[in-house]
């Protein structure tokens, strides 16, 4: 067998390369060094309707009618031939003479060719229009469905809000002492749902700011239970922070029992004093409390009540995975309800007390 010549083997290479190119699923191209087409693929031909046999020779700037004349792109594709970077992903929106416009991604690699005075540039083509307007479709319906939930949550409120003027209105109605106090504290529950309606409403996310929601939630209990802001006074504090709206309403309503329970027992006969809602988010971690100055706690245990408000803040802390803790405030009581989440321990942190043991021999 004769030897192969470096000219021979550089002739099969491009034969390969040429037959390669053609025959591509996708559209490809094979520029020389001055960007003269030297092939198509038959891919590219269809999708930009180009005759590939006839575009062969001619300049990348002369296919159709002129669409590919574009200076930036040229500029990127001279400088990739001379051996600068190649060209990862730069895109372009390719607008032809009577078709939609096009977005398309140019990726641009040169060729090691044995014959370097010839250098060869290959030039793949990704076309995103599809993929983009699917995305646009999809970003369009999530933003209509986004106002769609905005505007129902906000008559959601309203029709909350008809629900807890009526039942306030019953409640002053009534003769009874015992059905008024029922009536007021489901006029407060339902407010704490409603308020969260109300801020999910004005919100674009599925998380509320705590110290916005627990302040206008505050504010509803205060103009409903206390007669006179300067006998009782009822103040949100804390740096708030962001939290899902599961846990916003949960956390919503645990505010209004453990409020409505130091109003009804913390401030007996006038007694003045202060209610003060404070709420911390660390990350994942948070921490809400309520303390009153009042009377506090009896000082015997089997003096202290728990009655229906007690036992719905127990079931939503464990719903949480919360921990209820409460005590005294000196004066007066203070509950506080945690959620801590363990974080795991860096892989490289948790190595290196275990190197010290064993270098200890631990």
């Known amino acids: 067998m004769a030897a192969q010549t470096p000219h021979s083997t550089e002739q099969a290479a491009l034969s390969l390369t040429l037959a390669v190119v053609t025959a591509s699923p996708g559209p490809l191209l094979l520029l020389d060094g001055d960007l003269n087409i030297v092939a198509a693929s038959r891919a590219f031909g269809e999708v930009f309707e180009i005759d590939v046999e006839a575009a062969a020779g001619g300049p990348l700037s ?4 002129g669409e590919w004349d574009r200076p930036r792109l040229l500029s ?14 730069h895109e372009l929106v390719l607008q032809r003479p009577g078709h939609p416009p096009r977005s398309l991604v ?3 690699q040169p060729l090691a060719y044995l014959d370097l005075d010839n250098p060869r540039l290959l030039v793949s083509v990704t076309d995103l229009t599809q993929s983009r307007s699917d995305h646009k479709r999809k970003d369009d319906a999530l933003a209509q469905s986004l106002v769609l939930l905005s505007e129902v949550r906000h008559r959601v409120a309203n029709s909350l809000q008809i629900i807890a003027s009526v039942l306030l209105q019953n409640a002053r109605k009534t003769r009874s002492e015992e059905t008024r106090g029922h009536l007021k504290d489901a006029h407060n529950r339902v407010m704490s749902v409603a308020a969260l309606e109300r801020q999910l409403s004005q919100s674009t996310e599925e998380e509320i700011e705590l110290q916005t929601y627990f302040v206008s939630l505050c504010d509803s209990i205060a103009a409903s239970m206390i007669a006179d ?7 949100v504090t804390g740096d708030g922070g962001m939290v899902g709206a599961h846990t916003s309403v949960s956390l919503g309503l645990i505010v209004t029992e453990l409020v409505i329970n130091a109003l009804k027992h913390a401030f007996p006969d006038g007694r003045h004093g202060r209610i003060v809602v404070d709420c911390q988010v660390r990350g994942p971690n948070w921490s809400l409390s309520v303390t009153d100055d009042g009377v506090g706690m009896p000082a015997q245990p089997s003096l202290i009540r728990t009655g229906l408000g007690t036992s719905i803040v127990q079931a939503l802390a464990t719903q949480l995975d919360a921990a209820v803790e ?3 405030a000196h004066p007066g009581t203070r ?5 801590t989440q363990i974080a795991l321990v860096d892989d490289e942190e948790a190595d290196e007390p275990a190197a010290g043991r064993a270098a200890a021999g631990l």
């Open 76 to 89: 990127l594709l001279a400088a990739t031939a001379s051996g600068a970077a190649p060209i990862d992903a």
């Open 229 to 235: 802001p300067d006998q009782i006074s009822l103040i």
């Open 106 to 108: 140019i990726h641009a």
């Open 335 to 339: 509950i506080t309800i945690t959620h």
């Open 62 to 65: 002369g296919l159709g009618a």
């Open 326 to 328: 409460t005590g005294p």
